[in-house]
């Protein structure tokens, strides 16, 4: 909701059917703002107009891509959705701050590339930024406000079409 005043139209995507439940009663309002259940790679496959769009947002959901998935996003906005320019991708956990999230005692390594953990696949910048240029995009990561929860461990991340 917080992007309304400044969007003329959102679509909003997510395979939670509670979570696109709530964004239905909370915020849809047709044909201006519209949710629909349906995985992101799946949907960046399947749209069928996908030059409509201008600009594209991942919030908290890249984590829990896959790697065939996360590829599959990111090329097929290149590929199908010609006239978003900039993709922002949020709130992703650093492999090489993972450290600070897991205590000294418990050996996270086996959790780091599980997209079904808690807190999904931790991708280095270094990873994040090699995947996004193979599929077609210049990358900018942003430091996460310090006053974030959880900022000394994730990081933000700006694709802007090559």
């Not at 047709?30 to 594209?56: C, G, L, M, N, W």
């Not at 906005?77 to 005692?105: C, E, K, M």
Request: aromatic fraction near 14%; hydrophobic fraction near 40%; charged fraction near 25%.
């Amino acid at each position: 909701h917080l992007l309304f005043d400044d969007v003329l139209e959102l679509h909003g995507v997510d395979f939670s059917p509670y979570l696109i439940k709530i964004a239905k009663v909370n915020f849809e309002r047709i044909p201006e703002f519209t949710f629909t259940e349906i995985d992101a790679a799946s949907y960046v496959q399947s749209e069928v107009h996908p030059e409509r769009y201008t600009k594209a947002l991942c919030y908290g959901v890249f984590a829990y891509l896959n790697e065939n998935d996360a590829e599959a996003v990111l090329r097929e906005l290149v590929r199908r959705f010609r006239n978003i320019s900039t993709l922002f991708i949020g709130n992703l956990p650093d492999r090489d701050l993972a450290h600070l999230f897991y205590q000294n005692d418990i050996d996270h390594t086996l959790l780091l590339d599980d997209p079904l953990e808690a807190i999904g696949i931790w991708r280095s910048k270094t990873q994040m930024s090699d995947l996004a240029q193979e599929c077609g995009w210049t990358v900018d990561f942003s430091v996460m406000p310090e006053a974030f929860y959880s900022s000394h461990y994730r990081y933000d991340v700006k694709l802007t079409r090559k």
